[in-house]
């Protein structure tokens, strides 16, 4: 009997994962929103990605960096001014890498 428990478990995830990423389709009429909520909605995707890639850039192990000799910080910056330079995705993730890998291969940063 011990063996039907994973199954049951894993079939039970399955379906509240199918239940809640079909919610927006069960509707037969779109959802009435309040204008400000549609507002926020369109900031969710970049503050989605500033949640993941701050931590990240300024922490190390779990602590804030404290050495300015870490080549994620130069990455950033360089790989930012260069999106505010030209507004591409591609080059910014070239720059940035131009930046880490040396530092971080090369100097050991």
């Given amino acids: 009997m011990n063996g039907i428990w994973p199954w049951v478990a894993a079939i039970g995830l399955a379906v509240v994962t199918l239940v809640t990423r079909s919610f927006f389709m069960i509707p037969e009429r779109e ?10 909605l369109q900031y969710a995707p970049l503050a989605a990605l500033a949640a993941v890639i701050a931590p990240e850039i300024t922490m190390n192990q ?20 260069y999106f505010f330079w ?24």
């Avoid at 602590?63 to 930012?80: F, G, N, Q, V």
């Fill in 62 to 81: 779990g602590a804030i960096i404290t050495t300015l000799a870490d080549a994620r910080l130069p990455a950033a910056l360089c790989a930012s001014l």
């Fill in 31 to 40: 959802v009435p929103m309040p204008q400000w909520f549609k507002r926020g």
């Fill in 86 to 109: 030209k507004r591409g995705i591609l080059g910014t993730i070239v720059v940035g890498m131009a930046v880490y890998l040396p530092l971080h291969i090369g100097l050991g940063w």
